[in-house]
């Protein structure tokens, strides 16, 4: 005799209401969670940028002005808190003015060429040109040579007996330079070291503006009659003025913390014999590892801090407000 198993239903549902308000607080609970992802996943995605910039940037600007209010040695490490005594005896010393004034004028000799022949630079390389891969990799080059090579270089070619400029000068008939001697011409080989190397790497970045610009813009221009010139004027440098800003407050924040082009500049490394080209991060150099004395060398470091941010914000300002003036007109 077969048996045949009957599937039994499922017991009716005893209290509706339960199981409606439990769908209804999880589908609350979902989309709970849906708003907090909405809200907290762009803050999650970009959190390991702010963890590695308080890791390796904020933490040692904020231990640095920690140190600047101590006396602090190298061998004692931590001593007594000074305050501000550090600050006063360094803005007291001729040597942090000098190192000032060395600073900003190689940083002017060097920064505004550096801009002008980048932007020449990137239309050259804009233009039709055959092999222009191979000229674009070539303007690189300069940027992965080793800062310290290019010094060494730089330096035999500068230098005031048999180096190469010299004696170029002296072939067709002019005086040697002093470039080691002259405070305005160690600023100039030294600034040349600094166009050398980073001019390239700025015209990449005008070059990729450039042909972000629409072509449309210069078939127009052509069609009312302007030329090459009058477009590079007219069109391209108005369309590269966010660029412009970008590199002139990336160039301003380098330009005033050259430390590698001016060190190897000579064997001593102290910037000449009387500090002629001896600037702030090399003074900064000088007080933490040659006088052993950490507080001042902070210091100095959260001084020279100020004027970045300052120069910074005064470049910004000054651009923005030009190119304000010009979308105007």
């Given at each position: 005799m077969a048996v045949t198993d009957r599937v039994q239903p499922p017991p009716p549902d005893t209290n509706p209401r339960a199981s409606r308000g439990t769908s209804v607080k999880r589908l609350a609970f979902s989309q709970k969670v849906s708003k907090w992802d909405v809200k907290l996943s762009p803050y999650l995605y970009i959190s390991p940028f702010f963890l590695l910039f308080a890791i390796t940037g904020l933490f040692p600007l904020l231990y640095t002005a920690w140190v600047s209010l101590h006396s602090w040695n190298l061998i004692g490490g931590q001593g007594d808190f000074t305050g501000l005594e550090n600050y006063a005896f360094v803005l007291a010393q001729p040597f942090f003015w000098n190192a000032v004034g060395n600073t900003f004028s190689i940083?002017?000799?060097?920064?505004?060429?550096?801009?002008?022949?980048?932007?020449?630079?990137?239309?050259?390389?804009d233009a039709n040109l055959r092999a222009r891969t191979f000229w674009r990799m070539g303007v690189l080059v300069p940027f992965v040579v080793a800062p310290v090579a290019v010094g060494l270089i730089f330096n035999n070619l500068f230098a005031d007996q048999a180096g190469l400029v010299n004696e170029i000068l002296t072939g067709i008939g002019l005086d040697p330079v002093r470039w080691h001697s002259d405070s305005l011409a160690s600023h100039a080989a030294i600034a040349t070291m600094v166009n050398f190397r980073w001019t390239g790497y700025n015209a990449l970045i005008f070059l990729a503006a450039m042909q972000a610009v629409p072509r449309d813009v210069y078939e127009a221009a052509t069609i009312d009659g302007a030329g090459r010139l009058r477009q590079f004027f007219s069109v391209t440098v108005p369309m590269l003025r966010p660029t412009i800003i970008f590199v002139v407050i990336t160039a301003t924040i380098g330009g005033l913390q050259i430390f590698?082009?001016?060190?190897?500049f000579d064997q001593a490394g102290l910037g000449g014999a009387d500090r002629q080209w001896q600037t702030l991060t090399m003074y900064i150099w000088e007080l933490g590892w040659g006088q052993r004395n950490f507080g001042r060398a902070s210091a100095v470091a959260w001084l020279l801090f100020l004027i970045i941010v300052v120069i910074a914000m005064a470049n910004f300002l000054i651009t923005r407000r030009i190119a304000t003036q010009g979308g105007r007109r």
């Open positions: 940083f002017l000799l060097s920064s505004v060429p550096q801009v002008v022949l980048a932007i020449a630079i990137a239309a050259v390389l590698d082009e001016a060190r190897v």
